[in-house]
T-cell receptor
């Protein structure tokens, strides 16, 4: 079965500290993986997708097929990074149906 | 922002009443989706559409129906609302031309009392 697990409901760090938001997935084929972010009172927006391998707002994520993980990392957290982060999997071919993890709230303290 | 709007943004309704939520897009995207967002569950797919009059069920479709009579509109109907359907509902759209990014609406907060 396809599944995405984000083990941390809340991650609290101080400004300038490194951040790692964990995401593990279960999928038998070659998945497309994404990180979406939801800032307070705003809509979900795409942060990263593994296929593009780009860095957005200082965040990076590497797909590790051996560990079935797609952890989101940032070396120095900023207060404006405080938000809800969702890892998502698209294993549906071209229908675009996304399977989301439970979400992790990142709180960056001053 | 992608041209996607949801209405209403907030609604309180009584148990047993029908409710319809609307998603409207101006992007001419082929795929449209309805998700619900609940604490501890993230977002879960309710129904989706891959074209006019073409819809299919998602993970949590019981108690919901959808219709898509025009490319730009995707309606979600709760035939007889229950308290378990209290949630935040998000519509999303996606271009079927190889771009896999989904664009989300601002959400509808529905409370069933």
């Amino acid at each position: 079965a396809q599944r995405v697990t984000q083990p941390e409901k809340l991650l609290s760090v101080f400004k300038g500290a490194p951040v790692e938001l964990k995401c593990n997935y279960s999928y038998s084929g070659s998945p497309e993986l994404f990180w979406y972010v939801q800032y307070s009172r705003q809509r979900l927006q795409l942060l990263l997708r593994h296929i593009s391998r780009e860095s957005i707002k200082g965040f990076t994520a590497d797909l590790n097929k051996g560990e079935t993980s797609f952890h989101l990392k940032k070396p120095f957290a900023q207060e404006e990074d405080s938000a809800m982060y969702y890892c998502a999997l698209d294993g549906s071919g071209n229908t675009g149906k996304l399977i989301f993890g439970q979400g992790t709230t990142l709180q960056v303290k001053p | 922002d992608a041209g996607i709007t949801q209405s209403p943004r907030h609604k309180v309704t009584e148990t047993g009443t029908p409710v319809t939520l609307r998603c409207h897009q101006t992007e001419n995207h082929r795929y449209m989706y309805w998700y619900r967002q609940d604490p501890g569950h993230g977002l879960r797919l309710i129904h989706y559409s891959y074209g006019v009059k073409d819809t299919d069920k998602g993970e949590v479709s019981d108690g919901y129906s959808v219709s898509r009579s025009k490319t730009e509109d995707f309606l979600l109907t709760l035939e007889s609302a229950t308290s378990s359907q209290t949630s935040v509902y998000f519509c999303a759209i996606r271009d079927g031309q190889g771009n896999t990014e989904a664009f989300f609406g601002q959400g509808t907060r529905l409370t069933v009392v």
